[in-house]
């Protein structure tokens, strides 16, 4: 098993920011951070990371390199170009792709790097913002054995349920599930929360005593808060990300050939809500749409 002198972690936005800081606190190894804002990775040399000018510089000091992008094209254009990961990685390094992103841009990037003797595995992480801020987030992991053996500890100096899905693509294919459910969910407590208070149940009530029966979830108590407060935070996984991550698991329910229309329901409040000038705000927000009924 390769020796891990050293972390790279791309990608220091709302969630990877948070992440990489708990991987330098906790993982016992120098860690480098890059992303194309420069204050984004100063702002952790507090932290113990040191920023890195460029991805060259990050994946030569690196033997275990992270990244947590916006999506399936930032990806693309980390790995893939002229100046990028792929062109800069050496025989002995691992990557993790920790993105939301496709099955198949992984795989592909999976396949350019095998031929460098590079490992990869896709590692997308759910419980959105609070969970990354503690280090509990729940992480969806495609690899083989031996590779996810290996990136195990790192991981859970992230999060606390790390699952090992299968091959690669795994990983990307359950986060995906995941988040279609929450925003199936979502939806499905706003029609909940408008039902309930046009039937005269007072607004702070519907939830905290649904989550008391067999209703209760984890999407209910995180998003139904949000709900039964009326407060949407704007800092942390916005519409327009949830309208992406529902476009892809659209996409593959296709691929595989099943007509989600659960799905395609909470995509289409979704939309909406972006249309309505919502499309920053946490994804509870889409219960404006029957405040304006």
């Excluded at 992270?66 to 693309?76: E, I, K, Y």
């Excluded at 595995?121 to 801020?133: C, F, I, T």
């Excluded at 929360?193 to 209910?220: N, Q």
Aim: glycine letters at 10%; hydrophobic letters at 45%.
């Amino acid at each position: 098993m390769p020796l891990i002198k050293g972390l790279g972690f791309i990608g220091l936005g709302v969630m990877g920011g948070r992440m990489c800081r708990n991987l330098a606190k906790r993982a016992g190894v120098p860690v480098m951070g890059f992303d194309i804002d420069p204050a984004k990775a100063q702002a952790l040399a507090d932290d113990g990371v040191t920023r890195a000018t460029s991805i060259a510089e990050l994946v030569d000091t690196s033997d275990l390199v992270f990244m947590c992008l916006p999506g399936a094209p930032q990806v693309r254009a980390v790995c893939f170009a002229d100046d990028g990961l792929i062109h800069h990685a050496r025989r002995g390094q691992t990557v993790v792709d920790m993105t939301t992103a496709t099955v198949g841009v992984d795989r592909e990037a999976a396949g350019a790097l095998a031929q460098k003797g590079v490992d990869f595995a896709d590692a997308p992480v759910a419980r959105g913002v609070p969970s990354a801020e503690d280090g509990t987030l729940a992480i969806t992991v495609g690899a083989d054995e031996q590779v996810f053996s290996r990136i195990e500890p790192y991981l859970r100096c992230m999060g606390t349920e790390i699952s090992h899905c299968g091959e690669i693509g795994t990983g990307q294919v359950l986060k995906l599930m995941n988040n279609m459910l929450v925003f199936q969910t979502v939806s499905a407590l706003a029609e909940a929360m408008a039902i309930a208070t046009r039937a005269g149940v007072d607004r702070t009530k519907v939830f905290d005593i649904l989550a008391r029966g067999s209703a209760d979830s984890f999407v209910m108590r995180r998003h139904g808060a949000c709900m039964t407060k009326n407060d949407y935070p704007d800092d942390w996984f916005p519409i327009t990300y949830s309208l992406k991550d529902m476009s892809y698991a659209l996409a593959l329910a296709e691929s595989v050939n099943v007509d989600a229309k659960t799905a395609k329901v909470a995509a289409e409040r979704l939309e909406q809500a972006a249309a309505n000038g919502w499309g920053h705000l946490y994804s509870p927000a889409i219960y404006k749409l029957f405040e304006q009924q």
